[in-house]
T-cell receptor
Framework: KQEVTQIPAALSVPEGENLVLNCSFTDSAIYNLQWFRQDPGKGLTSLLLIQSSQREQTSGRLNASLDKSSGRSTLYIAASQPGDSATYLCAVTNNAGNMLTFGGGTRLMVKP | NAGVTQTPKFQVLKTGQSMTLQCAQDMNHEYMSWYRQDPGMGLRLIHYSVGAGITDQGEVPNGYNVSRSTTEDFPLRLLSAAPSQTSVYFC??????????????FGQGTRLTVV
């Protein structure tokens, strides 16, 4: 059974710092990996999707990498802002392509 | 484009009552799914559908029923509510039926309390 772990569970940084969020998964037979953002009391918003054949994806200040063989992904946030404060979740799609398994999330607070 | 719309946003049920959580999407997505989110347990898949008339079980299907009569709608039915079903429920959709090879769109969630 696929298990997805995110470390750290919570992170507090001052504004302007570059930071890295980590995601690991136990079964490397994945179809793709997505990073999501969740604001309190809200739904999830997809930030980046990396296909299993890709190594990284970039969107603005966000860069996600994928090392499928080692079961790891990182989300890099450059020049963090208070508006980045949210919970960040990673999720992997199984090889059949019909199911997402989520990590527990990293709760990020960026202080002004 | 409204995206994925869930109703209601909040609901309180008594043990044993039944209810239906509604989910609708206007993006012509083939794949739709239901998750529950619980503290310490993360998001877990309840049921999913790869197209109208086709549904399948996820990780935690017991106590829930689904049907998919149209592409747009994917309601989740609680047959006899139990306190263990107190949770936040999310509906999600994505374009492809054959794979999840596209980003997933989530609704705003339904916060359900069973007393």
């Amino acid at each position: 059974k696929q298990e997805v772990t995110q470390i750290p569970a919570a992170l507090s940084v001052p504004e302007g710092e570059n930071l890295v969020l980590n995601c690991s998964f136990t079964d490397s037979a994945i179809y793709n990996l997505q990073w999501f953002r969740q604001d309190p009391g809200k739904g999830l918003t997809s930030l980046l999707l990396i296909q299993s054949s890709q190594r990284e994806q970039t969107s603005g200040r966000l860069n996600a990498s994928l090392d499928k063989s080692s079961g790891r992904s990182t989300l890099y946030i450059a020049a963090s802002q208070p508006g980045d404060s949210a919970t960040y979740l990673c999720a992997v799609t199984n090889n059949a392509g019909n199911m997402l398994t989520f990590g527990g999330g990293t709760r990020l607070m960026v202080k002004p | 484009n409204a995206g994925v719309t869930q109703t209601p946003k909040f609901q309180v049920l008594k043990t044993g009552q039944s209810m239906t959580l509604q989910c609708a999407q206007d993006m012509n997505h083939e794949y739709m799914s239901w998750y529950r989110q619980d503290p310490g347990m993360g998001l877990r898949l309840i049921h999913y559908s790869v197209g109208a008339g086709i549904t399948d079980q996820g990780e935690v299907p017991n106590g829930y029923n689904v049907s998919r009569s149209t592409t747009e709608d994917f309601p989740l039915r609680l047959l006899s509510a139990a306190p263990s079903q107190t949770s936040v429920y999310f509906c999600a959709s994505s374009y492809s039926a054959t794979t999840l090879n596209t980003e997933a769109f989530f609704g705003q969630g339904t916060r359900l309390t069973v007393v």
